[in-house]
């Protein structure tokens, strides 16, 4: 069975800090890892997207990590900014599947 | 550019009251369309998808359905809701596999 697991499920941290966001998954044959941030009361928007070939992705100060050897793809906020509060969910697909595994979410909570 | 349209925003309902929450896509031509539902806490959970009009496959039983009257409008309803059919209802549209774009989302409370 396909299955995504996020971790920590929240977390706490001041305006400025950096945190790392993990994400495990099992989702087989591999085709594409997003991370997706979705503010409160809104729909998830698109952050980064990997393929198995991609190690590395930025966007602004979000950067995304991916071992697909270990299944293991990590989310790295740089100095973060109190808009930064919002729940990261990570999102797999496998090939040739319209349907994606979604994780539980990490809630990131910036604080001034 | 695509765009995704989802109404109403929020929606409080009574128990035993039907339900209709409308999605509609712009800007492509027969889209895969989902519905979501998301609970406080909780990962998304697909409720039904759709390959094209009048193409509805549901993922999980419960008291919701589903309908694709046209090519790029998908809509949720139901005709008695439960105080569990409380959530944040999401809308998806794909033209590819592994990529989704999601609606703005309806908040539903049943009391």
């Known amino acids: 069975k396909n299955q995504v697991e996020q971790s920590p499920q929240s977390l706490i941290i001041l305006e400025g800090k950096n945190c790392t966001l993990q994400c495990n998954y099992t989702v087989s044959p591999f085709s594409n890892l997003r991370w997706y941030k979705q503010d409160t009361g809104r729909g998830p928007v698109s952050l980064t997207i990997?393929?198995?070939?991609?190690n590395t992705k930025s966007n602004g100060r979000y950067t995304a990590t991916l071992d697909a050897d270990t299944k293991q793809s990590s989310l790295h906020i740089t100095a973060s900014q109190l808009s930064d509060s919002a729940s990261y969910i990570c999102v797999v697909s496998a090939r040739n599947d319209y349907k994606l595994s979604f994780g539980a979410g990490t809630t990131v909570t910036v604080r001034a | 550019s695509q765009t995704i349209h989802q109404w109403p925003a929020t929606l409080v309902q009574p128990v035993g009251s039907p339900l209709s929450l409308e999605c509609t896509v712009e800007?492509?031509?027969?889209?895969?369309l989902y519905w979501y539902r998301q609970a406080a806490g909780r990962g998304l959970q697909l409720l039904f998808y759709?390959?094209?009009?009048?193409?509805i496959s549901s993922e999980v039983p419960q008291n919701l359905s589903a309908s694709r009257p046209q090519d790029r409008q998908f809509i949720l309803s139901s005709k008695k809701l439960l105080l569990s059919d409380s959530g944040f209802y999401l809308c998806?549209?794909?033209?590819?596999?592994?990529?989704?774009?999601f609606g703005p989302g309806t908040r539903l409370t049943v009391l």
């Open positions: 800007g492509t031509s027969n889209p895969n």
């Open positions: 998806a549209w794909s033209v590819r596999p592994g990529t989704q774009y």
């Open positions: 759709s390959v094209g009009i009048g193409q």
């Open positions: 990997m393929t198995f070939s991609e």
